[in-house]
């Protein structure tokens, strides 16, 4: 529908049009289609890819219905559009989490400090939402602000969900538009909920180096009371630290976290620890060390409440999201719900965000005391491992291929060194224990096999600051800094946990910069080298060649988005304001940025990985990912790789594959380390830039694949790309495959490669 | 068709594939293809069965089958050391998105291959792929050589041990030679 005089009444009132800031663009809070040529011009060049995990179609009651080959659904539905329209629900299911996540603490604060709470990012960050900017039109100047932007992305989610019931949406593509609209708006949620926490909680902002804090279960001192808080919401965490300290008892208890709450709580307080990511949740949980878990939400398990009982630990659930079938004791006095917990061992749900935390305060070191905390040791192992058989039902189960039934009868005769490497490699499902006939408790086993070594996380620093742009903007957009590679999301990694801090050696060595956020934070931390330093105390915390950064939870993701919309801002000075099409563009054509989603798992994961992709950020994953069924894959020989050349207004077939992909499954560290330095090109490219990201990519190249990469051709476009250390070999390789030199162009865009109603003018600078 | 080793590979459809208990017919229907193709995963160099490398099996069975070679993941490397050359380097989702254009050309722009064998891909992604030439890619017959029953291909190994595993591949060198 068009925008009536009504709505657009009600947008320029949202968005305060009368603010001039920036002039207001082409796009002002799109609706679900209005940046669906966008999405389609995407598509031509990076066409859905799909991989159907499922041949049927189980949503109404006309079905079962097969939709193998071009058969079609009751409805009419092909399989492609059932992929599409799987793609839309993920999208919606990672937006809508972060969404009400940001909701519940936009509500929180506003309860506490007001909407008119001023949003103050530090002296650094001037551009404190650039993602609200560019999207809605709207620079946000307070907590109430922010809760437009969560109305927003509310409203996005309804028609989002709305689609994909039967009898509406049916093409793939358009399915695929709605997906990369919802990923975009997820962005939008991530930022509202960062900087409402940020904002809040007195989160670190405007300081690029934060402190180091203790990571891993190793660091957790097992002799005091220890509490867990497992999930994404920093709000009773932060509560109950005050509560503790207030009760003078802070420095002696353990306060920790799995998942981001752990990321929130070293945000809002240095003595607090990281356990780990999710992965390592099943295990932490059963080893019985937390006296007290509090759960809040997103990626916590659904069984907390039989691991809590198994281990002895107390269980307080926080979120109406998991509320678990528990009591819900919101209603009672504080004295009464302690009293539930410590004298009838009750499980309770309390939805009061300063009660919750105040109760957990005072539970915490009266649950400890009459706790014994044994590990499993080697012995023990050995004993509790005698039962199995090896059916090698563990093995079959497995999501990660693991021989775990070996590493078990290893275990019986007291060898440990495969447990030791299953345990690296396992992603904590719990389901081999499950299916065990004989009970044999796996993951228990596990403790006499794992490290219990400590290492150190830097603190999440939140926005990069708009100096660090200012600097790095012209070297990432000319190329001299090779590319910004942001390792992010959950942690189902298909090998070692120390795959993750290899890769991001691998290019803060070779000056890329590195960035972090979530789960894949932590596991980079988990990684000594020889002299025991992990890559946060060896690599500087800068938004800067050869930088590794942690910016943060999952909600931080927006940032790293936001980074490189501030390029084009700060740098390019492209106005942001509702002006989401020129920002993709500049992007995807001029920005280098490329993120890897190594251990991708949830849904909010595929949401994320949405948004990227539809402001021009390629995303590699990892091999589990081929589960979320689509990919956005060019074919590099044959593809058109015409652009227009925005100085000269005119159409130039670059010939050059650059990004090849927007979102690309590889299956070995190897490979995506290659496909991570290849997808770092792009046309802006000076000779300068261009030398330095082929220097490295046939650098790669050759170590992990022993050769010349066989498309060199694609991406040399004259002789003054070729790298000095390697022209004479590259040279006789060109030879050899008839390359020819291609033409250049000073300011590739995909406007006025399409219909749309952005004059070319509006990327020219 | 039996249940898949894995159980993430358990299979949700009407059409899955064939399981070859006989290595002999397997070679009789891949030596009837024109334009055959082997698509190699990492696994192809780290496997080892009973002294020989699951990658001399796969350099066996294509030049037997004079089916050209296509090196995913990091296989390149391990093929080059042992003194082979791909026809082709991709990625398995880059072959499979290629294979899917009956118009496409093949690693050899002799045209598009007729007949997929695949080995050494990770059972979950490998499962996916071939899902994707299922629905997508009528055109082609595709078969696994790995060790797991894979739903999604037109022909599949059963279940085995390594020992069975080995004794089947040697069965079907042997079945494509003669």
Known sequence: MSKGAVKQKEINKTIRAEDNWEPIGPTPMPEMSDLRRWDMRLMKTYKPFYAPFCDLCCFCTYGKCDLTEDKKGACGINISGQQGRWGLIFSLMGCAAHGAHGRHLIDYLIEKYGEDYKIDLGGQVDVEAPHMRTVMGLKPETLGDLRKGIEFVERGIIHGVS??????????????????????????????????????????????????????????????????????????ASVMIDHLMKAGIYDQVEVTGICCTAHDNIRYSDRAKVIGPLSKQVFFLKTGIADLIMSDEQCVRCDIPQLAKE???????????????????????????????????????IRDVDKAGE???????????????????????????????????????????????????????????????????????????????????????????????????????????DVEIRKVGAPIVLGTIPGIIAIVGCSNFPEEIEEVAEIAEEFAKRKYIVVLSGCAAMAAGMKKDADGKTIYDKYKPDFDAGGVLNVGSCVANSHITGAAMKVANIFAKLP??????VIADYILNRVGAVGLVWGSYSQKAFAIGAGCNRLGIPVVLGPHSAKYRKLY???????????????????????EPSPEHLLVVTESKERAIITLARLCIRKNDTAQGRQIKLNHYISLYKQYMGSLPDDLQNFVRNDKDIPIVYKKEVIEYLKTVGWKPKPLLTLPTFIGTYESNIPIDAVVK | MSLPYYHVNVFTGIK????????????????????????????????????????????????????????????????????????????????????????????????????????????DLGNQGLSTLKHF???????????????????????????KWKEYLDNMVQGLKS
């Open chain 1, 163 to 236: 689609a994909t019931h039967m009898g509406q949406e049916g093409s793939d593509l358009d399915f695929e538009s709605k997906s990369l609209h919802i990923g975009m708006l997820d962005h939008v949620a991530m930022e509202v909920a960062d900087i409402a926490q940020t904002i809040g909680f007195k989160f670190p902002t405007s300081k690029a180096e934060t402190g180091l804090s203790g990571l891993g279960w190793g660091a957790v001192d097992k002799t005091k009371p220890v509490v867990t808080c497992v999930g994404h919401n920093a709000a009773v």
């Open chain 2, 137 to 163: 890619a009528p055109h082609l017959k595709t078969a696994t050589l790995c060790k797991y029953v894979f739903p999604n291909a037109n022909f599949s190994l059963p279940n085995l041990k390594n020992d």
């Open chain 1, 359 to 465: 109760v957990a305060a005072k539970v915490l070191p009266v649950v400890a005391k009459n706790r014994k905390k044994e590990l499993v040791t080697k012995e023990k192992a050995q004993e509790l491992a005698q039962a199995c058989k090896k059916c090698e039902l563990c093995d079959r189960v497995c999501p990660n291929f693991l021989n775990i039934s070996t590493a078990v009868s290893d275990v019986k005769e007291g060898k440990f060194d495969m447990m030791t490497s299953v345990f690296a490699r396992c992603v904590g499902c719990g389901k081999c224990e499950q299916e065990c006939s004989k009970d044999v408790p796996i993951i228990k086993i596990m403790q006499a096999a794992a490290s219990w070594d400590t290492y150190n996380i830097r603190v999440g620093r939140g926005p990069i600051q």
């Open chain 1, 576 to 581: 942001l304001r509702a002006n989401y099409e």
């Open chain 2, 16 to 123: 899955s594939c064939k399981v070859m208990e006989d290595p002999q017919a397997l070679a009789k229907i891949a030596k009837k293809a024109q334009r055959p193709l082997l698509v190699l995963g990492p696994q192809c160099g780290e496997v080892n069965l009973g002294g020989k490398q699951l990658l001399d099996y796969a350099i066996e069975i294509a030049k037997t089958l004079g089916a050209a070679i296509c090196a995913t993941a990091n296989v390149k490397k391990k093929l080059l050391e042992a003194g082979v050359t791909p026809d082709s380097t991709y990625d398995a989702v880059e072959i499979i998105n290629h294979l899917k254009d009956p118009a496409w050309k093949g690693v050899k722009k002799e045209g598009n291959h007729d007949f997929v064998m695949f080995l050494g891909i990770r059972p």
């Open chain 1, 311 to 349: 281990s002895g630990s107390a269980l307080i659930a926080t979120s109406d999201k998991i509320s678990y079938g528990l009591d819900d004791v919101t209603h009672k006095e504080v004295d009464e719900i302690v009293r539930l917990i410590i004298e009838e061992g009750k499980q309770v749900l």
């Open chain 1, 633 to 655: 894959l060019s074919r590099k020989e044959e593809d058109d790789w015409t652009v227009m050349d925005g100085r000269k207004k005119e159409l130039v077939n670059t010939e």
